[in-house]
């Protein structure tokens, strides 16, 4: 057996911030500690802050009036913000920056006068929060079919975003859609799907026609990730979509297979390398990595932690 090891894969930027800032908030204030939803979509990772004392909250009104109360990567909308106000919550603000970046193009679209069409998944936390900026001015679409339901007055200024994690692929699908039923719309000055998103799809796509079959770390709830399997499928390979090693099955594998591994931007490498390790040890597979394209960004802490160093 071969690994294709692709490169990038795992923790993004705004990832690796969200978690540091958690790390740095538990030393800070101890447990127990709030988080709003989710700090990142990945099991392993939740359950971890779980067992030292953090509280993940699905409604503010779970949390205690005066405790702190940390945002996760994908943003919140103003109402969360009022209501932590309501409950003199210590809030700090872990949203990607890459997220907040949709948040404000959503603010000004809606300022200037704009029904904004948003990109994205019914019910995804990113999603949620970008809508609750502009309520009244922001419709969502999934697909194209969405697309062909929409109607509006002719002289409706119209605007597009994206959620940050879709598939690049289908996404530009929808907005080739959106451009050629309206062909006055307008959209970001620079595309909404972030760089981690874009450059993990990127490896797979170019990788993938090397595989018998694909494997992406990262749970069922991340976006990010399913894209990566759906893309692998696309191309016609098998792609298994797991959160660690413990579910692998043996029967997903030849013993003289190519497997390209890959994890969504939200995985710990921890448990690619525990994966990989199983497969040598099973099928005595030895490993190449092969590097797409480097990543070199990162972002600050929050302003509120920032201030306590």
């Keep these: 057996m071969k690994i294709i090891l ?3 894969r795992g923790f993004c930027a705004g ?3 969200a978690i540091e800032a958690l790390e740095t908030a538990l030393r800070y204030y ?5 988080v709003y939803h989710e700090i990142v979509h990945n099991r392993p990772i939740v359950e971890r802050f779980e067992k030292r004392g953090v509280v993940f909250v699905n409604d503010i009104s779970e949390v205690p009036p005066g405790q702190t109360v940390l945002y996760s990567a994908h943003g919140v909308s103003p109402v969360i913000r009022e209501q932590s ?6 809030a700090i603000d872990a949203t990607c920056p890459l997220v907040t970046k949709v948040h404000k193009e959503a603010i000004k679209f809606a300022s200037e006068g ?3 069409i948003l990109i994205g998944h019914e019910g995804h936390d990113e999603v949620i929060g970008t809508m609750g900026e502009a309520p009244n001015n922001i419709i969502l679409v999934e697909d194209v079919a969405d697309v062909e339901a929409l109607t509006f007055p002719p002289d409706t200024k119209l605007a597009f975003l994206t959620q940050t994690t879709l598939s690049v692929d289908e996404a530009k699908t929808v907005i080739d859609a959106l451009k050629r039923k309206f062909p006055h719309i ?10 981690a998103t874009q450059n993990r799809q990127d490896a797979v796509k170019k990788l993938v026609v090397e595989a018998n079959v694909v494997l992406v770390l990262g749970s069922q709830n991340s976006s990010n990730s399913q ?5 692998a499928r696309s191309s016609g390979r098998p792609a298994y979509l797991i959160d660690r090693v413990s579910e692998l099955k043996d029967e997903w594998f030849q013993p003289n297979d190519t497997v390209l591994v890959t994890a969504g931007a939200s995985a710990p490498e921890e448990n690619v390398q525990d994966c990989i390790h199983y497969l040598a040890q099973r099928f005595g597979a030895t490993v190449e ?3 797409i394209r480097e990543e070199d960004v990162s972002f600050p802490l929050p302003r509120e932690l920032r201030v306590l160093q």
């Design 30 to 34: 101890g447990s127990p500690l709030y």
């Design 85 to 90: 106000r309501a409950r003199n919550l210590n």
């Design 6 to 8: 692709a490169n990038p």
């Design 114 to 116: 704009y029904t904004i």
């Design 15 to 17: 990832v690796n911030m």
């Design 227 to 231: 894209r990566l399997a759906e893309i």
């Design 186 to 195: 307008v959209g970001p000055n620079k595309d909404d799907i972030c760089y």
């Design 289 to 291: 990595t092969r590097t």
